[in-house]
């Protein structure tokens, strides 16, 4: 009785999609750098090097002109390997100070390796040159190509969901099927008796309470888990205009969430501060805000539809993890401000709470809300414990998390 998974592998699909645009993006971003190619060419270090601030894998970078020869550089960037196993001092030195974690060669050549480093130089400022260049035949190709791929991916989808919903309503054919089979069969165990061996009415019996069990275990565990439930709305509300195009942030309207349970979602009011003004959009006209107006005028609350819900038996905070935690709801609700319609990305089972509990370390010291671990600060403060994560603290009791 295998359902196939299909949320897993559409977000798969999903994840997949999303870093072949990405990689597009990248490969065609308009190059507004010390030269164009630097910045393109400097992609590939900054997931190690910060320019300024902290360090990340590697050394921060700024500076790094000053304090190596270019020549060593040009050779380090290339091949670290290779200089530090011909026993440079400087190299091995590095080398060892960073805890002997290999920095990948570099198929660049001196040119792209000289523009890097004048890029690093300058601090990564935009060279005005190129900044207000115009985006090139290359650029709007591959732009044309991740909407094309995009939109494929959309119908794609569409098409998966159509088989999720037939294989739901599979499932009820089979549940039904196997109910009457298990009818027939007490039937002729116990009145019609046309079947003589008894090891096959037993045998039928068992098959079918374990297919019926796992039916309802199945249909039970996900009650009220809708990854990817997107319903519509009463008002044609887009985060992606909002949150994205406008640059509205997310706690101008989501106000609760750094102090409370629920982030909330904004009354007429909030709206209005806005809207008494700006009475028509670019996609929908002047229809959707006059729906607005009238909500105001009458009194009566927009009846948004809730997307995100867990079941009653579990307590879920934001507070605790966006305050607290200093999460970013994008962790769990991804990217929203790209979004015109909000659809859940996440399923909220308990695993997914758990594995990022396991998983996510909390910033420990100097934390007010951790007052109360009295036991676990002594072992962090001499030392005994290193790194704290949230299971740790109790992310991973049941009663945390159940009623
Ligand atoms: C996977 C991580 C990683 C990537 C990607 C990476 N580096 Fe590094 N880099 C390191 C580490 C680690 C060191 C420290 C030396 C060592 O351990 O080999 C280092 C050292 C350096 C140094 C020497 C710094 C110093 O203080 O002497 C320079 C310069 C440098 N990297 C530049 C680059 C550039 C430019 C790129 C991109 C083309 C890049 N790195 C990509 C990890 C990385
Ligand atoms: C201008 C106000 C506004 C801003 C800014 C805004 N939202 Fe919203 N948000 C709403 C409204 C109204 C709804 C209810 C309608 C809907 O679901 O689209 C909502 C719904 C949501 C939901 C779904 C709630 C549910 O029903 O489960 C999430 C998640 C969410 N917002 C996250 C964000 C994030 C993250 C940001 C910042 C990137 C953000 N919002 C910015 C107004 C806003
Ligand atoms: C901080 C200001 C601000 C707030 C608050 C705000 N909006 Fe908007 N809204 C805008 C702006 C700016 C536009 C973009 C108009 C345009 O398309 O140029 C817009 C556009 C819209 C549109 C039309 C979208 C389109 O492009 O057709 C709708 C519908 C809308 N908002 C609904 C809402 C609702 C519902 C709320 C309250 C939950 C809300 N807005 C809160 C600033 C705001
Ligand atoms: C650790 C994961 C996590 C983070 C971080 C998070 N959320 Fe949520 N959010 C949830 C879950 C889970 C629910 C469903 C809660 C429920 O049903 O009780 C939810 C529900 C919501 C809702 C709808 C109902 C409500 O009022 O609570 C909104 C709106 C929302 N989140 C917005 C945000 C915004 C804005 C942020 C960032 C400031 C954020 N969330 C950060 C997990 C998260
Ligand atoms: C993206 C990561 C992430 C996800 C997903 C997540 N949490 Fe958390 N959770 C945290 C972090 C980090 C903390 C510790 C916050 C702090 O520093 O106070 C935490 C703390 C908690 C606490 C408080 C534990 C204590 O010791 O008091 C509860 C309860 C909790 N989470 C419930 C949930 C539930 C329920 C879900 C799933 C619906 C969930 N969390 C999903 C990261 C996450
Ligand atoms: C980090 C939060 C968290 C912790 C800790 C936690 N749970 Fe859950 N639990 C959840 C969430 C969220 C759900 C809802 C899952 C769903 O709807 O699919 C859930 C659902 C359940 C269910 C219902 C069956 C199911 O799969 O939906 C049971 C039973 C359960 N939990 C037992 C426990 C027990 C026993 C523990 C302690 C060992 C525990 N939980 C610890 C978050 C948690």
Redesign the pocket.
């Given at each position: 009785m295998m359902i196939p998974n299909l949320p897993s592998s559409r977000r798969m699909k999903r994840v997949m999609s999303l870093f072949l645009i990405l990689g597009l993006a990248l490969l065609f971003k308009p190059l507004g750098a010390q030269t164009p190619e630097a910045e393109k060419n400097f992609q590939q270090c900054r997931a190690c090097h910060n320019l300024e601030g902290p360090k990340l894998i590697g050394p921060t970078l700024s500076g790094v002109n000053e304090r190596r020869a270019q020549d060593w550089l040009i050779r380090f960037i290339r091949n670290s390997q290779e200089v530090i196993q011909s026993g440079d001092p400087i190299a091995v030195k590095v080398y060892e100070e960073n805890n002997k974690i290999p920095m990948p060669p570099h198929n660049l050549t001196d040119e792209q390796i000289i523009d890097i480093l004048k890029y690093i130089k300058s601090g990564g400022k935009v060279d005005p040159q190129y900044a207000a260049a115009e985006p090139s035949a290359d650029q709007k190709a591959a732009e044309d190509l991740a909407l094309k791929i995009a939109a494929e991916q959309e119908a794609r989808e569409e098409k998966l969901a159509d088989i999720e919903r037939d294989a739901n309503r599979n499932f009820g054919t089979t549940f039904i099927i196997t109910i009457i089979i298990l009818l027939v069969v007490l039937i002729d165990l116990f009145v019609t008796r046309v079947i003589k061996a008894k090891f096959v009415h037993s045998t039928l019996i068992l098959v079918a309470l374990f297919i019926i069990g796992e039916i309802i275990y199945k249909e039970s565990a996900a009650v009220g888990r809708q990854q990817y439930y997107q319903p519509d709305q009463p008002v044609w509300f887009s985060h992606k205009v909002h949150a994205g195009q406008n640059q509205i942030d997310?706690?101008y309207c989501?106000t609760?969430?750094d102090y409370s349970?629920?982030?909330?979602?904004p009354s007429v009011n909030v709206c209005m501060n806005c809207h008494n003004l700006v009475r028509e959009g670019k996609v929908t006209g002047t229809e959707e805000i006059a729906k607005i107006h009238k909500a105001w005028e009458s009194g009566e609350p927009i009846q948004w539809v809730?997307?995100?819900?867990?079941p009653d038996h579990?307590f879920?905070s934001?507070a605790q993890?966006?305050k607290s935690?200093k999460?970013?709801?994008a962790?769990?609700?991804g990217e929203v401000e790209t979004m015109n319609q909000i659809i859940q990305v996440n399923d909220?089972s308990m695993g997914w709470c758990l594995q990022?509990h396991r998983k996510t370390e909390v910033q420990f010291a100097d934390n007010k809300f951790f007052m109360a671990y009295e036991k676990m600060h002594e072992k962090f403060s001499n030392g005994e414990v290193k790194k704290v994560t949230a299971d740790m603290l109790g992310g991973a009791d049941c009663m945390k998390c159940h009623y």
């Open positions: 997310c706690k989501h609760a969430a349970k629920s982030a909330g979602i809730r997307v995100h819900n867990l579990v879920f934001h993890h966006v935690g999460l970013d709801c962790e769990c609700h909220l990022c």
